[in-house]
């Protein structure tokens, strides 16, 4: 059987391509672990767009600045005109966003967005609702426990995929077109806010086929986690908290972050992680998210899965300052890809999503940007995958087919070391001597015998460092210091 679709992913884009593609059609939904385990099921603030065409410019303007400049115009400017009727269709087809006492879409504000343009659903539960509809309104089959270990590619198409279904059967599946939106790389940090299901897999069989990854040194750290618990993956305290009021202290209850930048909370992510980065290391002193701009049922009312969450890790909100700590949230590099959501030089392969880099976020992701860009990118690449119908010949395909170890017993202790070597190293701040002492330790663990995921994720982790190191200069997220 051929499949007419492979989808390699179930977040915002994957299931959202699914959702537009006709129920006619053969679609074979791969997921990682259980659907739920996605970073669009865990994303809180909410989505970006522009309220009407008069703020489409001004929409423009805040992405490119928050990506320094450095963002494919073309791309921002199809972000932002496309996402309204984005907005509107989804809404149509029964999406429920908050709405405001009037009864019309409850736009709010958030770090280095000009005017109050954020959409948000169950007050903190935007990307949970959003996920939970797409789900409900997919009429295709979808594979859990999933997990991807090669792609079927010869003379620049793409004939499927090679799957994992247990620890030790693999399986083949044909497809007309393939799809990835597999999401991106946070399990490659020791600290991080994503999925633990998104450790770059796909990204590593990407640069093991020789297709171009772009900009993949761009990685975004998100200022405000919870610090203090256990856990790899840290409770993500949203961007929208500062938009509504909440601010950072030291542990005197001084708001440092002024002396950085004057928008102080409310500058760009990359700023305001360097910042308590930095300010911490300078005084030794702990940093804090306060909330006393807040009464609490008001709270309540509109974080109420922040406020249930923190409560059950022994903080009352909105009286008591939580410790906080940047942590790796979102990667702006990923496959290069089309506006059309083509994987450069293929005629059948699509990336959408965090995975792909189209240049939208340049160095740098506006907030809430994300869940736009995986609804509006999947939708365009579904329309132009239909235009083109493009078919194989399975019979084509002559490559050997490899039999693969998923795990081995060496792997842990290198995911772990993995894990922390790209924190210390290629993270919020850099230097040429750590990069090259990681790209060199990395080098060193592809030699060894290790299992084929764990591999994928060293190749994915060295394309990050590689790309740190060739990008000299200091470019948002990117920030590299003399040694």
């Given amino acids: 059987m051929i499949y007419d679709y492979i989808i390699i992913g179930a977040g915002i884009a994957g299931l959202n391509a699914a959702r537009l593609l006709p129920k006619n059609k053969r679609v074979l939904i791969l997921c990682k672990m259980s659907t739920w385990n996605s970073n669009t099921f865990w994303a809180q603030g909410g989505i970006a767009s522009a309220v009407d065409k008069s703020d489409i410019p001004t929409h423009i303007k805040d992405t490119l600045e928050a990506g320094a400049n450095y963002n494919n115009l073309e791309a921002v400017e199809l972000l932002s005109s496309e996402s309204i009727p984005t907005i509107k269709e989804i809404i149509e087809a029964g999406m429920i966003f908050d709405k405001n006492v009037d009864g019309n879409l409850a736009y709010t504000k958030e770090a280095a967005h000009s005017r109050n343009r954020i959409l948000h659903a169950q007050g903190d539960a935007t990307g949970r609702e959003i996920h939970l509809f797409l789900l409900e309104h997919c009429p295709h089959e979808i594979v859990t426990q999933a997990v991807v270990c090669d792609l079927l590619i010869q003379d620049d198409i793409c004939y499927g995929v090679q799957y994992f279904s247990s620890e030790y059967e693999q399986k083949v599946a044909f497809a007309h ?104 290391k300078k005084t030794g002193l702990g940093i804090f998210l306060s909330f006393k701009n807040f009464e609490k049922k008001a709270f309540k009312q509109r974080f109420p899965n922040i406020y249930e969450n923190i409560k059950d890790l022994g903080y009352e909100l909105p009286f008591e300052n939580v410790p906080i700590s940047p942590a790796f949230h979102y ?34 992701r506006l907030a809430s940007n994300s869940l736009l860009e995986g609804l509006v990118f999947s939708r365009i ?30 792997d842990k202790d290198i995911k772990d070391d993995l894990r922390r070597t790209m924190w210390e190293s290629a993270g919020i701040v850099r230097t040429k001597k750590e990069l090259k002492d990681a790209l060199n330790k990395i080098e060193s663990y592809l030699l060894l015998d290790v299992g084929r995921l764990l591999y994928l994720r060293l190749l994915t982790a060295k394309t990050i460092l590689k790309a740190s190191l060739q990008r000299e200069k200091s470019l948002g997220a990117h920030f590299i210091k003399e040694d």
């Avoid at 919870?226 to 708001?255: C, H, M, Q, Y």
């Avoid at 760009?268 to 911490?280: G, H, K, L, T, W």
């Avoid at 995975?355 to 340049?362: E, Q, Y």
């Avoid at 083109?388 to 081995?408: A, G, L, P, T």
């Fill in 381 to 410: 690449a579904v329309n132009k995958s239909l235009e083109v119908d493009f078919k194989i010949d399975k019979q084509n395909y002559k490559k050997e087919i490899k039999e693969y170890i998923r795990n081995k017993e060496i």
């Fill in 177 to 280: 077109n393939t799809i990835i939106a597999s999401g991106g790389v946070g399990s490659l940090y020791k600290y991080h806010t994503n999925s633990t299901a998104n450790a770059g897999e796909i990204h590593g069989i990407i640069a093991e086929k020789n297709i171009s990854l772009k900009d993949m040194e761009m990685t975004q750290f998100h200022p405000t986690v919870l610090k203090g618990t256990s856990f790899a993956r840290k409770p993500l305290l949203s961007e929208a908290l500062r938009g509504e009021g909440a601010f950072i202290v030291d542990e005197n209850n001084k708001r440092f972050l002024f002396d950085y930048h004057p928008s102080g909370e409310l500058a760009p992510r990359d700023i305001v992680s360097r910042a308590i980065f930095d300010y911490n």
């Fill in 331 to 364: 990667c702006m590099g990923g496959i290069e890809v089309a506006l059309n959501g083509l994987v450069k030089n293929f005629k059948n392969l699509y990336a959408i999503g965090e995975v792909a880099c189209n240049g939208v976020h340049g160095a740098n």
